[in-house]
C-alpha cells in the first residue's frame, strides 16, 4: 500500500485515460492502446496502492442495457501528484482523448 | 458456494446478449474459457474477476457488431485475461516461496540435463510451430488494417448477374452508391493494374491502385513523406499526374531517396510525379494486390483508348473494390439495408441492371475476395488444427516423461508429504517446475518459429498469396500468444504427474516394499497418454498420407496439354500505343523470331494462357437451336493465333485447328471443344455448322472448323463448353494483352531467354510480363498441396519421433518396475521369448487401443479438408491401412530394445535385490 508507484509509460497512460473521464479498463485499452494482459494488472496496482478508487454498476442498468454489469474505476485526491510527474515526464499524453470523445458504445 | 455461482451466471448470461441462438453460444463459450482461466486467480478475487473479465469479453464482442467472426478478436484481446490471472496469483503468494521454488526446479534439471533438452527440444518445436502458424493467422485473419478506426470500414461489393455475390462494380455504380448512401460518411473506390514503369532502367511491370481522391482521406493514412492524393488529383476530365509510392518499393526501388519527392516516373509513357510515399506497413486494402503506388482514378482516362466509357460505362465493371467508413451510431446492418434499398432504386430506373445487388461487409484484418477468404480461412483453420495437435502430442510425451521422472521421486516425495508437506504445496512446486520447462521451451520456440516462418515464406496460400508477400513479424500479439500457450502446455502436462505423485497414499511408498500400487497406477496413466499421443500422431500421419497422395495426384494430373516443354510471356499492346494493325504485324514478327531459334519445336500465342481459369465470357445463339427455358447460352472463349493447338499438344478430334489463313478479311470462324461438340450437336457433326455471338442472335455469323480435345482450365473444375477464336480476326479484343506460348524438344528453362530477347529485339521498351516455363505456373496451383503436405509431413515424422521416444519410455519403466517379476519368470523356467512378450504388451496395448481411436478420430476429420484435395477421397484406404501400419511397425521396433533388456536380466540378482 505504502509502496512508491512505479512510473512507467503505460502507467502514466492508463492515469491520464482515468484522468479524462474513462472508467473501464476496456475503455482505457482502446483509448490507449496498451494491451489488456497490462491494463488490468496495473488498475489492481493503482487500486492497492490507493490511487484509484473501482466500485461496480448497478446491476439493474446492465440489465437494461442487456449487457454484464461493469467495473468503474475512479482516480482518488491521492493521484494526483503522480499524474503530475506523469505529464512532465510524457509530454506526448497529451494525445489521450477524453471520454466523451470515445462514446460509449453499449 | 456452488448455488452462488449458479445464481451469479444466471444474473449475468440470460440477458447479456441480442437476438439469435448464435451470438449466444459463442459468448457462453467465451465465459466458459473465463472460468478456466478464473482457476489461476486467487478463490477470493475470483468471482469479482470473472465478472470483469466477462464485460470485457461482451464489449469488445458488441465493438465489432456482435458477429460470430468479430468473437475471434475478443477471444485475442483476452488472452490478457491469463497475464492478469498469473499476475493476481503470483502477487498473492509469498514471493520469496517461487523463487525458491523456481531455483530447486533449477537445480534438479540441471542435475538431468538428458531428460531435460528432450523436454525442452519437444516443447520448443511444438510451441514454436504453433507460434509460426499463428502469426501466419495474425497477418491474414487478425490484425487490424494500419488505418484509423478500422472497425467503422466496411467492403462493398457489387453481385454478378449470377452467381457470386462478391463482384466487381462499374464506376457509375460506385458514384451512384457513394451519393445515394446515408449511412457512411465517405465511400472511395480502388482498381489495381499492372502497369509499365520506366525511371533511369529498364521498363518494369508494377501493380498499382488507381483510387478515387477520397482514398487516403477516408482511411486516414498519414504520409511517410511528402503528402498523398487528395480529391483534388482527381478530377474527372482534367486528371492530376500525381503518384504515391508504396514505402515498400521507396525502400526497394529507391533507396529511401528524399529526392524522390516532385522526381517524374513514367506510367505507361505518361509522365508523373511523385508527390509523397505511404506509410510503413500499409500495403492497401487487399491481402493478394500490394500495390506499389497509387494514381488517381481519373488518369484512367490517359491510359485507355476508351477511357470516356470507362468512366461512363454501368456495364463496364472494372473497379475492384469499393471501401466505406460508416458514420458514427450506423451499425453494419443498417448499412447493409441502406445499400439493399439503393440497389432496389437503380432496379427501378435501369431494367437492364438485372437485379444486381450489393453486399457490404465489415472490413477484415485484410480484405479478401470473399471465395478466396474462404479457402483461405479454411486453410488456416486447417494448419491451426495440425499444429495444435502437434502441441498436444508434445505435451503428452513430455507429460510421460514427467511422470517417469516423478516415479523415481516418489521416495522424495513420499518423505515430504510425510514430514507434512502440504499436498497444495508439493503439487504448486511441481507445475512450476513444468511451467518453467515449458517457458525455456517457448523461449527455444521462437526461434523454431522464425526458422519455420523463413522455410514457409517459398509457398503460397490459396488464391496464390504468397507468404513472402506478407507482413510477418513477431509482435507483442504473438509473444503474448507464445507467451499463454506456454503456460497454458505447462500446467497441461505438469499438472497430471503432479497430482498422480502427490496422491496421499503415496506415504506406503516408504515401505520396504516399494509402494507397488503406486507404481501400477503410474503404468496406467502412462499408458493412457500413450494411447492419447498414438492417435493424434495416426490423425497427422492420415491427414500427410492424403495431402501427400493428392500433390501426387495434382503433379499426375491430365490437364490436356504438354505443361514439361512449354514457356509463356505476356505482352500488354494495348498500352504502348499500338494499333490493331501493328499488334497483327508485332504478333508475326515475334512468332517468326522465336520458331527460328533451333530447339523450338512450336510457337503459337493467345489471350489467356493454359490455366487462366477459364476465358472471357459471352452469351450466344445457336443457330437451327432454340434454347429452353432459362438455359444459360452463356460460353467462355479464348483468342489464339495459328498452330496454338499443335503448340499446347492438344488434339484436333475433328476438322482443323485455327490456321495461318483465319485472318482479317477471312470468313469468320471458330474452333469448339468436345464438350460444346456434345451440348448443342450430339452425335452430330458439329462441322460447319454456325452460331452468333449475341444473345439476340444479331452478331455475325460463325462458323464451327474444327474440335478440339478437352483441356482442364482449372485444375479441378469439370470441362465447361469452350470456343477457340482466330486471334488475327479479332485484333480488336486481343491485344491488351496477348501471351505467346513456345514449345521445345529440350529444357523449356532455356526458352524464357529467347521470349525475353524475342521481345526485346522488336520493341526494348516493352516488358514482357508472366514469364515462366508452364511446369512453373502448375506448380503455383498445387502450393495449397504443398505446403499442407511439407508441414503435415514434417510434423508427421516428428511425432513418430516422438511416439518412439513414449513407446521406449513405458517399455523401459516398465522393465525397471517389473524386475523382480521377471527374475520370477526367468528362475522358474520362462523363455526370453515370453517375457519379451510380457514386457512388449505393456506398450503395444496402449499402442493399439490409440490407433484404434485414431483411425476413428482421422474419419471423423480429415473431411473437413476436402476442398484441398485432388481426386483423393477422404478416407482413402490405401492412406487408411498404411498410416495404423507404419506406426504399428515403429512401436514394435520402438519396443523391441527396452523389452530386450528385460530377457537379460540375471534372475539371482534381481531377486536379491528389493
Known amino acids: 500500500m505504502s509502496k512508491p508507484q512505479r512510473l512507467t509509460y503505460p502507467t502514466a497512460m492508463v492515469l491520464q485515460a482515468l484522468d479524462r473521464g474513462l472508467r473501464h479498463g476496456f475503455d482505457i485499452i482502446d483509448v490507449t492502446g496498451v494491451r489488456s494482459g497490462t491494463v488490468y494488472p496495473l488498475l489492481r496496482r493503482l487500486e492497492e496502492a490507493g490511487l484509484v478508487r473501482a466500485h461496480w454498476e448497478d446491476v439493474e442498468i446492465a440489465r437494461r442495457e442487456s449487457r454484464p454489469p461493469r467495473k468503474y474505476y475512479e482516480l482518488t485526491d491521492r493521484s494526483q501528484p503522480l499524474l503530475q510527474t506523469a505529464r512532465e515526464r510524457f509530454p506526448a499524453l497529451a494525445s489521450v482523448p477524453r471520454g466523451g470523445e470515445v462514446g460509449d458504445s453499449a | 458456494m456452488r448455488q452462488s455461482r449458479a445464481a451469479e451466471r444466471s444474473a449475468i448470461l440470460p440477458n447479456m446478449i441480442s437476438p439469435g441462438a448464435r451470438p449466444l453460444r459463442t459468448v457462453a463459450f467465451g465465459y466458459r474459457i473465463l472460468r478456466l482461466i478464473s482457476f489461476l486467480v486467487p478463490v477470493r478475487a475470483r468471482p469479482e474477476w470473472i465478472r470483469e473479465w466477462h464485460a470485457e469479453l461482451f464489449y469488445t464482442w458488441g465493438l465489432e457488431g456482435r458477429r460470430r467472426r468479430s468473437m475471434i478478436s475478443a477471444y485475442v ?8 490471472a498469473l499476475w493476481l496469483r503470483i502477487q498473492r503468494r509469498d514471493r520469496s516461496m517461487l523463487l525458491h521454488d523456481l531455483r530447486y526446479a533449477g537445480r534438479s534439471f540441471a542435475r538431468n540435463p538428458g531428460f531435460t533438452s528432450v523436454v525442452i527440444i519437444t516443447l520448443a518445436l511444438g510451441i514454436g510451430a504453433n507460434t509460426a502458424i499463428f502469426s501466419l493467422v495474425d497477418a491474414v485473419l487478425l490484425r487490424p488494417l494500419p488505418v484509423a478506426s478500422p472497425s467503422e470500414l466496411m467492403d462493398v461489393w457489387t453481385s454478378c448477374r449470377r452467381g457470386s455475390a462478391y463482384c466487381t462494380s462499374s464506376y457509375p455504380d460506385y458514384v451512384d452508391y457513394r451519393d445515394r448512401s446515408r449511412s457512411f460518411s465517405d465511400l472511395a473506390a480502388f482498381s489495381s493494374a499492372s502497369l509499365i514503369v520506366t525511371d533511369k532502367g529498364d521498363p518494369t511491370v508494377l501493380s498499382g491502385a488507381l483510387v478515387t481522391g477520397n482514398y487516403f482521406p477516408l482511411l486516414g493514412v498519414r504520409p511517410a513523406l511528402g503528402r498523398l492524393l487528395v480529391p483534388n488529383d482527381d478530377v474527372l476530365h482534367d486528371p492530376q499526374t500525381a503518384l504515391v509510392l508504396s514505402h515498400r518499393t521507396w525502400d526497394s526501388r529507391f533507396g529511401r531517396s528524399v529526392e524522390m519527392i516532385g522526381s517524374t516516373l513514367r506510367i505507361n509513357g505518361t509522365p508523373f510525379t511523385v508527390v509523397g510515399v505511404a506509410p510503413d506497413g500499409f500495403r492497401g486494402t487487399r491481402l493478394a494486390e500490394e500495390p506499389a503506388f497509387w494514381i488517381p482514378m481519373s488518369t484512367m482516362t490517359i491510359f485507355s483508348n476508351d477511357g470516356g466509357t470507362l468512366l461512363d460505362g454501368r456495364g463496364i465493371r472494372w473497379i475492384g473494390g469499393i471501401i466505406g467508413r460508416r458514420l458514427p451510431g450506423v451499425s453494419i446492418e443498417q448499412a447493409q439495408s441502406d445499400l439493399l434499398s439503393i440497389s432496389q432504386q437503380l432496379d427501378e430506373e435501369d431494367p437492364n441492371r438485372s437485379g444486381r445487388i450489393i453486399t457490404a461487409e465489415a472490413t477484415r484484418a485484410i480484405t479478401l475476395p470473399a471465395e478466396t477468404g474462404a479457402d483461405i480461412v479454411r486453410f488456416m483453420v486447417l494448419l491451426m488444427s495440425v499444429v495444435a495437435a502437434a502441441l498436444l502430442i508434445a505435451c503428452a510425451n513430455v507429460a510421460n516423461l514427467l511422470l517417469a521422472r516423478a516415479s523415481a521421486r516418489r521416495r522424495e516425495i513420499g518423505i515430504r508429504l510425510a514430514l507434512g508437506a502440504g499436498r497444495k504445496r508439493l503439487i504448486t512446486q511441481l507445475v512450476t517446475e513444468s511451467v518453467m520447462l515449458s517457458a525455456v521451451g517457448a523461449l527455444v520456440g521462437i526461434g523454431v518459429a522464425m526458422l519455420a516462418l523463413r522455410a514457409l515464406s517459398g509457398f503460397a496460400l490459396p488464391g496464390f498469396v504468397t507468404i513472402a508477400s506478407l507482413d ?114 508485332f ?35 445457336v443457330d437451327g437451336y432454340t434454347s429452353g427455358q432459362g438455359e444459360e447460352m452463356r460460353i467462355e472463349a479464348n483468342w489464339v493465333a495459328a498452330d496454338y493447338f499443335a503448340t499446347l499438344g492438344i488434339q484436333i478430334m475433328d476438322g482443323r485447328g485455327i490456321a495461318t489463313e483465319d485472318r482479317e478479311g477471312a470468313p469468320l470462324v471458330a474452333v469448339i471443344n468436345e464438350t460444346m461438340a456434345n451440348r448443342w450437336w450430339p452425335a452430330q457433326n458439329p462441322m460447319g455448322r454456325t452460331f452468333r455471338q449475341q ?163 482421422a474419419v471423423a476429420v480429415t473431411r473437413f479438408a476436402t476442398t484441398f484435395m485432388y481426386d483423393v477421397a477422404p478416407t482413402d484406404p490405401l492412406t487408411f491401412v498404411s498410416a495404423p501400419l507404419l506406426l504399428v511397425v515403429v512401436a514394435l521396433i520402438a519396443a523391441y530394445f527396452p523389452a530386450r533388456r528385460a530377457t537379460k536380466i540375471n534372475a539371482t540378482e534381481a531377486l536379491r535385490t528389493e
Open chain 2, 472 to 585: 510477418l513479424h513477431l509482435d507483442a500479439r504473438i509473444l503474448a500468444f507464445t507467451a499463454t500457450l506456454a503456460v497454458a502446455t505447462g500446467v497441461l502436462f505438469g499438472l497430471f504427474p503432479a497430482l498422480q505423485t502427490t496422491t496421499p497414499d503415496l506415504v506406503k511408498s516408504l515401505k520396504a516394499q516399494g509402494g507397488q500400487a503406486g507404481a501400477r497406477r503410474i503404468m496406467r496413466t502412462r499408458g493412457w497418454l500413450l494411447s492419447v499421443q498414438i492417435a493424434l500422431a495416426l490423425v497427422l500421419l492420415v491427414g500427410s498420407g492424403l495431402f501427400l497422395r493428392s500433390l501426387r495426384n495434382g503433379l499426375n494430373l491430365d490437364v490436356g496439354f504438354e505443361a514439361r516443354s512449354l514457356a509463356m510471356g505476356g505482352v500488354s499492346l494495348a498500352r504502348r500505343q499500338y494499333t490493331e494493325s501493328t499488334a497483327r504485324q
Open chain 2, 77 to 84: 484481446r483476452c488472452f490478457g485475461a491469463v497475464e492478469d
Open chain 2, 587 to 621: 504478333v508475326r514478327d515475334l512468332t517468326g523470331r522465336v520458331a527460328a531459334h533451333p530447339g523450338v519445336r512450336h510457337v503459337s500465342s493467345a489471350v489467356f494462357p493454359p490455366l487462366a481459369r477459364g476465358g472471357a465470357g459471352f452469351f450466344i445463339t
Open chain 2, 695 to 857: 444473345a439476340d442472335g444479331s452478331g455475325a455469323e460463325i462458323t464451327i472448323v474444327g474440335v478440339a480435345q478437352d483441356v482442364k482450365q482449372g485444375l479441378t473444375e469439370d470441362p465447361e463448353p469452350f470456343i477457340y477464336y482466330p486471334m488475327m480476326q479479332h485484333m480488336e479484343r486481343a491485344y491488351s494483352q496477348i501471351h505467346i506460348l513456345a514449345a521445345t524438344d529440350g529444357s523449356a528453362d532455356n526458352l524464357l531467354s529467347v521470349l525475353r530477347e524475342g521481345v526485346r529485339s522488336l520493341d526494348p521498351s516493352l516488358p514482357v510480363e508472366d514469364l515462366q516455363t508452364l511446369d512453373n505456373r502448375f506448380a503455383e496451383y498445387l502450393m495449397p498441396q504443398r505446403m499442407g503436405s511439407t508441414l503435415l509431413s514434417t510434423l508427421g515424422a516428428l511425432t513418430v519421433l516422438l511416439a518412439v521416444v513414449g513407446i521406449s519410455g513405458v517399455v523401459g519403466y516398465s522393465v525397471n518396475q517389473r524386475r523382480r517379476e521377471i527374475g520370477i519368470r526367468l528362475a522358474l523356467g520362462g523363455s526370453s521369448r515370453h517375457v519379451l512378450g510380457v514386457m512388449a504388451r505393456g506398450a503395444l496395448i496402449p499402442v493399439a487401443v490409440g490407433a484404434g481411436i485414431g483411425v476413428l478420430a
